[in-house]
Structures are given as C-alpha cells and as structure tokens.
C-alpha cells in the first residue's frame, strides 16, 4: 500500500529524535493546491524530462560505454553517473506515488538492469573510471566523485527498497556498498564530495546492517584532517581544513558542506552522540546567521559555488546553486527531526518557496542551475554558467534530476509525529492520514496557503491529541479560532475532543512587508526588499514602462501596498516608486542625483520571475530620496 512507504528520511526507532516522520502516502496535496500542482507537474513534466535528457545528453551511454553497447568518447561530466541515479530516486518515489504509471516502471526497469550490467564482479561501479582510467580507481578522492555517485546509487536503492519497486537496483547498490565498507574500513581515505555519509545511514536505516553506519561515522571523523588534495581551490573548498567536531564555520563549496552536514545529523542521531549534533548547529548558527539570502539561497561566489565570507551576499553575483538549496532544505529537515526547533521548519518553508521554486519554469522543463537576486541590464547571459533565462539541460545536471527527486517524494516533508501528538510544519490544502500512539488521525486541510494566511484543519480521531501548529516567525499576530495563538517554541498546541471531528482555523496575516537588510551587508545597503508570508517579491523589466531602465528605479519607504492580479500570478503587489535617471554619465562624481518622477511599480513572487520573457529583474531596491 502507497500510504505505508517510508520516505527518504527515517531514522531507526533507537535514535534520538524528537520527531517522527509519516509515511510518505500519508500526505496527498490536492489538485489545484501549490504543491500538489507542482507534484503533478512534476511527474507529468519534469520526470519524463529528466528521462529524456538522460539518453540525449550522454549519461546513459557512459554506462552503455561500460558494457559494451555503445562506442565512442565519454559525453559530459565524470559523474553524471549520479544524474542517473538521482532520476532512478525521482522515479521510485513517483512510483510509490502511482503504482501504475507503466512507462516509468519500465524506465527504472531497464536502467536498474543496465546499472547492474556495468556492475564489475567485486561490486565497483563507476562508468568514468571503469572504462577511461581503471589504473585510478580509488585514487583521486579529491576530485573524481567515486563515493558522491555510490551516494547517488544507495539513495536511489532506498527509495526503491521502501516504494517496492527495483529489487536489482537495492542488490546493486548492497554490492557496491559492501566493497565501500571493506575497501575504506581501515584506510584513512574520504571523498572529496560528501554524499556516500547521509546515504551509507539511511542503507543502514533500510537494512540493519551496522557497518554501514559505521562507516558513516568514519568517514565523518576523518574529514578535516587533510587528506584530500586541495590543489584546485583549497583544503575548506572540501571542507578538510578542520575536524567536524571541531568546525564552528561553514565554509567551502555549498552543496559538499550541507551533504555532509545531512550525514553528521543523520550519524548524531542514530549513534546519540551530542557531541557530533552540536557541531551540526555551530554550523547551522553560522550558515543562516551571517552567509544565507532572502531567498534562503546560499553561496555567493561563482569561482568555487562556496559560502562567502560573513555578510558577503551580493545580489547581483549570488551563486545559489539549486542543488544546494535542496541540500539546505533537507538539512533542516533532519535538524527538524532531531530537536522539534520551530527555526529549521521556518527555513524549510523560505527555500521551499523562494530558492526551489524559482529555480523551475512553470513548463516544469526548464531550470536554473544558479540564482541571482538580481539580474542586470546589459546581462550577457549566453553562457549557461549564468544564464539570463532557465535552460531545458546543463552539461553539469545535477539539478534537474536533484529538483525531480524531491518534489517526487515532497509530502515526506509536511508533518510529523511525537508521543500524543501531530505535528503541521507546512501548510498545504489536502489530507493527512496516519497514526498517532496506535490511534488513527486524519486531518483534512482547506487554504489558498501561500497566497491565502488562513487554514482550516478539520481533525478526526477518537483519542486524546495535540495538534501542534507552526507559527511562522514572519506571521505577527497570528489567530487560532479568531483568539491570538498562544505560541511556544514555535508552535500553537490546540487539544480538543476530537472524537466526532472538529475543525480549527488558523490564521496567519500576511500583509506586504518591507524588509532591510543587515547594515553589513554592504552590497544592498540603502535598499529595501518586499515579502509577503512566505514569499520574497522581485520586480521585473516587463513589468516597467518602455524605456524605464530597472537601475534607476527606487522603492518609496512609506508606499501603500495593495494586492494585484496578473495571468498566472495568483498575488501581485502594486507599490509606489520613483524613476531617478543619472544625471551624468560620468562614472565617478561629486554630484548627487535628485528626486525622481513618481512611478506605479509592480511586483511578482520570486519564483515565478522569469517565466513571460528574459530581462532583469531584482530583489533588492534602492529607497528613493524623500
């Protein structure tokens, strides 16, 4: 049965864990709804992309290459092995999803059956280095993602083993796993690109099989000992320069740190090692208190796609690669679980509907690989390191496959379970089904939830429940049944005898709010940005008069705002601004510009900028002279 598959997140029942995750068909957004509208676009869109993209980009021949199918040189990157197996992942979890989609089933089918082909006799698997350097294998941890793909491969293994469907790729990735664990069980080696850690724990999670943990654990606490060569851009690019116990900044490329931080939490909880979760919320203090983005995008250097230093976040050169987004989304996640902290869903919520969604078109085919803040006029964007429109396919695809495997199993994410009670972290209109002390809960959700703040939940069990209710750290004023909440932690607790089914409304205000930045923060000092709920605004060239130049437009601090409608914009905002045109062309000089002409703005959620045509837009405005 679909409602009783495990989702990619399952911690045993002896680790230590404040939260429960729900089976993944516990939860079923409904049609119409945002996130059930981009779960269907994405099985009915962006899979079958990803599907397609696999063959015409080359991945898939890297492997026919291995057994012999196919001839000719590699195509792409050294390990778009993973872009496979993150498509395998999205695939078993759409099929968890819909059991019957006969042509995905097939497409797991046969490429599990060609992964296991390419398989070597010891349980080696990698197309790159089995065909064009096996001399090498094992050898250039530092840069040949050997244990990033194997990661890839046991992910998408566990989606498989809990949706039912890919036994030959769950013996598959067991055999390579098992080669994992006696080849690096006693030698002082790691990856240069976490992954195989978070993925090693949640094998074990499937199995019981300890040494998969314990691996886990060791590559953990090799890391920060300089083993890797940093000959490319350094030892904290790989996040080798300091023991995990140890670290008290994030640092480095993006994606490998929040990887890894995903395995030290997914370790912590299972081992019950404090020690090793602290470590994870230093980091955590650090990344989102001085190096993450409105949009809850991190990264802000293109060179190395690396956290900057405190308080470097340009707009403009934001990195805010997509898959670290995902990452971000699925550390907080796992720190949700561990401690109940009302922080980690708020930070899900923000990059869930700001930096993941805006990273895909609403044709559900086209992606940014990178998110700006702010794109400039007279952007040259014809090369795909920093496009000025989402393109179908990367040479690097990492994200597009990282995008359709979580949205696949996105209800994984909304609600958990503790002794008593249930608990909303995020809020989407559809039902609620599972069990709560043995007792069964369903829970049926109606919002217009993020453009609408109110939310009905009409509860029904016949036992004793608490029903906890995040309370955004956005949502001042908040109401549960017209009273003001009476907020803990986070949460709004609600008890009632629910017996018969009782409905609580609660109401989350989400009027249009102006948001300044940190005085640090010198690349946007003396500009403003626009929010609403959980929604970052931008404007956009097309939505400014011909000749307007988006530069020279500036926010009135004291506008009105009102709400607006656009095609395919449930929520526009109209604001007041003024047009304030250089009056030199001098690049530096002594004079001042003076008071524009007034100008009606509008502006759009974040994520759906890019959608009508390319052009600039940006987050972040400068406040007009008054």
Same mark, same amino acid.
């Given at each position: 049965?679909?409602?009783?598959?495990?989702?990619?997140?399952?911690?045993?029942?002896?680790?230590?864990?404040?939260?429960?995750?729900?089976?993944?068909?516990a939860?079923?957004?409904?049609?119409?709804?945002?996130?059930?509208?981009?779960?269907?676009r994405?099985?009915?869109?962006?899979?079958?992309?990803?599907?397609?993209?696999?063959?015409?980009?080359? $991945?898939?021949?890297?492997?026919?290459?291995?057994?012999?199918?196919?001839?000719?040189?590699?195509?792409?990157?050294?390990?778009?092995?993973?872009?496979?197996?993150?498509?395998? #992942?999205?695939?078993?979890?759409?099929?968890?999803?819909?059991?019957?989609?006969?042509?995905?089933?097939?497409?797991?089918?046969?490429?599990?059956?060609?992964?296991?082909?390419?398989?070597?006799?010891d349980?080696?698997?990698?197309?790159?280095?089995?065909?064009?350097?096996?001399?090498?294998?094992?050898?250039?941890?530092?840069w040949?993602h050997?244990?990033?793909? $194997?990661?890839?491969?046991?992910?998408?293994?566990?989606?498989?083993?809990?949706? *039912?469907? *890919?036994?030959?790729?769950?013996?598959?990735?067991?055999?390579?796993?098992?080669?994992?664990?006696?080849?690096?069980?006693?030698?002082?080696?790691?990856?240069?690109?976490?992954?195989?850690? &978070?993925?090693?724990? #949640?094998?074990?999670?499937?199995?019981?099989?300890?040494?998969?943990?314990?691996?886990?654990?060791?590559?953990?606490?090799?890391?920060?000992r300089?083993?890797?060569?940093? #000959?490319?851009?350094?030892?904290?690019?790989?996040?080798?320069?300091?023991?995990?116990?140890?670290?008290?900044?994030?640092?480095?490329?993006?994606?490998?740190?929040?990887?890894?931080?995903?395995?030290?939490?997914?370790?912590?909880?299972?081992?019950?090692?404090?020690?090793?979760?602290?470590?994870?919320?230093?980091?955590?203090?650090?990344?989102?208190g001085?190096?993450?983005?409105?949009?809850?995008?991190?990264?802000?250097?293109?060179?190395?796609?690396?956290?900057?230093d405190?308080?470097?976040?340009?707009?403009?050169?934001?990195?805010?690669?997509?898959?670290?987004?995902?990452?971000?989304?699925?550390?907080?996640?796992?720190?949700?679980?561990?401690?109940?902290?009302?922080?980690?869903?708020?930070?899900?919520?923000?990059?869930?509907?700001?930096?993941?969604?805006?990273?895909?078109?609403?044709?559900?085919?086209?992606?940014?690989?990178?998110?700006?803040?702010?794109?400039?006029?007279?952007?040259?964007?014809?090369?795909?390191?920093?496009?000025?429109?989402?393109?179908?396919?990367?040479?690097?695809?990492?994200?597009?496959?990282?995008?359709?495997?979580?949205?696949?199993?996105?209800?994984?994410?909304?609600?958990t379970?503790?002794?008593?009670?249930?608990?909303?972290?995020?809020?989407?209109a559809?039902t609620?089904?599972?069990?709560?002390?043995?007792?069964?809960?369903?829970v049926?959700?109606?919002?217009?939830?993020?453009?609408?703040?109110?939310?009905?939940?009409?509860? &029904?069990?016949?036992?004793?429940?608490?029903?906890?209710?995040?309370?955004?750290?956005?949502?001042?004023?908040?109401?549960?049944?017209?009273?003001?909440?009476?907020?803990?932690?986070?949460?709004?607790?609600?008890r009632?005898?629910?017996?018969?089914?009782?409905?609580?409304?609660?109401?989350?205000?989400?009027?249009?709010?102006?948001?300044?930045?940190?005085?640090?923060?010198? $690349?946007?000092?003396?500009?403003?940005?626009?929010?609403?709920?959980?929604?970052?605004?931008?404007?956009e060239?097309?939505?400014?008069?011909?000749?307007?130049?988006?530069?020279?437009?500036?926010?009135?601090?004291?506008?009105?705002?009102?709400?607006?409608?656009?095609?395919?914009?449930?929520?526009?905002?109209?604001?007041?601004?003024?047009?304030?045109?250089?009056?030199?062309?001098?690049?530096y000089?002594?004079?001042?510009?003076?008071?524009?002409?007034?100008?009606?703005?509008?502006?759009?959620?974040?994520?759906?900028?890019?959608?009508?045509?390319?052009?600039?837009?940006?987050?972040?405005?400068?406040?007009?002279?008054?």
């Amino acid at each position: 049965m679909t409602e009783r598959i495990l989702g990619p997140v399952h911690p045993t029942s002896a680790a230590r864990s404040a939260l429960r995750p729900l089976f993944l068909g516990a939860v079923a957004f409904a049609p119409g709804s945002l996130l059930g509208d981009w779960q269907d676009r994405n099985a009915s869109r962006t899979l079958p992309h990803c599907v397609e993209q696999l063959d015409a980009a080359g $991945a898939l021949d890297n492997l026919r290459r291995v057994t012999g199918e196919v001839d000719g040189d590699r195509r792409n990157m050294w390990f778009s092995d993973s872009d496979v197996y993150k498509t395998l #992942e999205a695939a078993a979890w759409q099929l968890g999803r819909d059991p019957g989609d006969a042509e995905l089933r097939a497409f797991l089918d046969t490429t599990a059956a060609l992964v296991a082909k390419a398989q070597e006799d010891d349980g080696y698997l990698n197309s790159a280095f089995t065909v064009d350097k096996p001399e090498l294998k094992w050898r250039e941890l530092h840069w040949s993602h050997e244990l990033y793909c $194997a990661g890839h491969l046991i992910q998408a293994a566990v989606a498989a083993a809990r949706a *039912g469907v *890919g036994a030959q790729l769950v013996t598959v990735a067991r055999r390579f796993a098992d080669l994992i664990v006696e080849r690096f069980g006693d030698v002082d080696d790691v990856d240069g690109h976490p992954e195989i850690e &978070t993925a090693l724990v #949640e094998l074990y999670r499937v199995t019981g099989h300890r040494p998969y943990l314990d691996q886990a654990l060791r590559f953990l606490d090799l890391r920060g000992r300089g083993l890797l060569d940093g #000959e490319r851009f350094g030892s904290r690019y790989l996040q080798d320069h300091e023991p995990v116990r140890e670290a008290d900044e994030a640092a480095g490329h993006v994606v490998r740190q929040l990887y890894l931080l995903a395995g030290v939490v997914d370790v912590a909880v299972e081992i019950r090692d404090d020690a090793l979760l602290d470590a994870a919320r230093r980091l955590w203090a650090d990344a989102f208190g001085a190096k993450t983005y409105l949009t809850g995008a991190q990264g802000s250097r293109h060179r190395d796609e690396a956290f900057g230093d405190p308080y470097e976040l340009p707009p403009d050169r934001a990195y805010g690669e997509t898959c670290a987004a995902i990452a971000s989304f699925q550390w907080n996640w796992r720190m949700l679980l561990a401690t109940g902290e009302s922080r980690y869903a708020d930070e899900m919520e923000r990059v869930l509907y700001n930096a993941i969604a805006g990273s895909t078109a609403v044709d559900g085919t086209h992606f940014f690989y990178a998110n700006p803040l702010h794109l400039r006029t007279g952007h040259d964007g014809s090369h795909e390191d920093a496009p000025s429109q989402r393109l179908p396919w990367y040479s690097c695809a990492c994200c597009p496959p990282n995008l359709a495997r979580l949205v696949a199993s996105l209800s994984g994410y909304v609600a958990t379970t503790d002794s008593g009670g249930l608990q909303v972290h995020l809020y989407a209109a559809g039902t609620v089904q599972t069990t709560v002390d043995g007792v069964d809960v369903r829970v049926e959700t109606r919002t217009g939830y993020p453009w609408d703040g109110r939310v009905e939940l009409t509860v &029904t069990t016949r036992a004793p429940l608490m029903l906890a209710l995040r309370i955004p750290a956005w949502a001042e004023g908040a109401l549960v049944d017209g009273a003001p909440a009476d907020v803990r932690d986070g949460y709004a607790e609600v008890r009632r005898d629910w017996t018969g089914g009782a409905t609580v409304t609660l109401e989350l205000p989400m009027p249009a709010r102006i948001v300044r930045p940190h005085p640090r923060i010198d $690349a946007v000092r003396g500009c403003a940005a626009v929010t609403r709920g959980p929604l970052v605004y931008c404007l956009e060239q097309a939505d400014l008069p011909g000749g307007v130049t988006l530069e020279d437009v500036r926010l009135d601090p004291a506008t009105p705002f009102s709400a607006a409608s656009l095609p395919d914009v449930p929520v526009a905002l109209t604001a007041a601004g003024r047009v304030e045109v250089p009056a030199s062309a001098e690049l530096y000089g002594s004079g001042t510009s003076a008071p524009g002409e007034p100008i009606d703005l509008t502006l759009i959620p974040y994520f759906l900028w890019g959608n009508r045509e390319p052009g600039p837009m940006r987050v972040w405005l400068p406040l007009a002279l008054i």
